[in-house]
């Protein structure tokens, strides 16, 4: 089997059991972003996580490519594509639960930054937002059937990625880096404007 296939070369794609459209379609956009989070999760995987948060994120991988598989395709129930459940759900649930339990209380925003592999959960949980964002996008444009659990998985999956950052940081000893309000900038006064020539 061929990796090139001329097929996309017009700027178009095909739908698991469904037509072709463009490949800048909001259904495209919404699995195309989920595969983008996927690979940010892969990059995190490359630096010394620790075995527990590596064998989560695997999992979450895995998962990941069902709900890709789901939102490429128009009927999912017709193929078997609806994967993701409450069960899913909850196990993201209670890791966020077992991780924030050997965390301090957060009680400032944080920037996202610390040890490699924090800073690249840091980017999946960005980009994991935005895949939430081009789902809704896509059932509320075109109110096409996307299952509630996958939506709610994803909207979970950033909360786990905003405490894995801070937990992965913890373990290599690295405290939160705390934002700093800006302080407001004091206007230069000119010469002419002191009272000068």
């Known amino acids: 089997m061929k990796i090139y296939t001329r097929t996309g070369d017009t700027g178009s794609t095909g739908l698991f059991g469904g037509p072709r459209v463009a490949k800048d379609d909001d259904r495209i956009e919404a699995y195309g972003t989920v595969d983008e989070l996927n690979a940010a999760i892969g990059a995190a995987r490359s630096a010394e996580l620790g075995d527990v948060v590596d064998g989560q994120l695997e999992q979450i991988q895995h998962a990941l490519f ?35 339990g050997c965390l301090p209380p957060l009680k400032q925003f944080i920037l996202p930054a610390g040890d490699t592999g924090a800073a690249h959960l840091h980017l999946a949980r960005a980009i994991c937002r935005r895949a939430e964002r081009r789902v809704v996008t896509l059932v509320r444009r075109h109110e096409t059937s996307v299952s509630e659990e996958l939506i709610i998985y994803l909207n979970r999956l950033s909360d ?21 309000k800006p302080a407001q900038a004091t206007p230069e006064i000119s010469d002419g404007e002191a009272g000068g020539v």
């Open 66 to 100: 069902a709900i890709g598989a789901e939102l490429a395709t128009p009927e999912p129930d017709d193929h078997s594509m609806r994967i993701i459940s409450a069960a899913h759900v909850s196990q993201l649930e209670e890791w966020i639960d077992e991780h924030e």
């Open 160 to 180: 786990l990625l905003f405490v894995l950052t801070r937990r992965v940081n913890q373990i290599k000893g690295l405290a939160d880096v705390e934002w700093v």
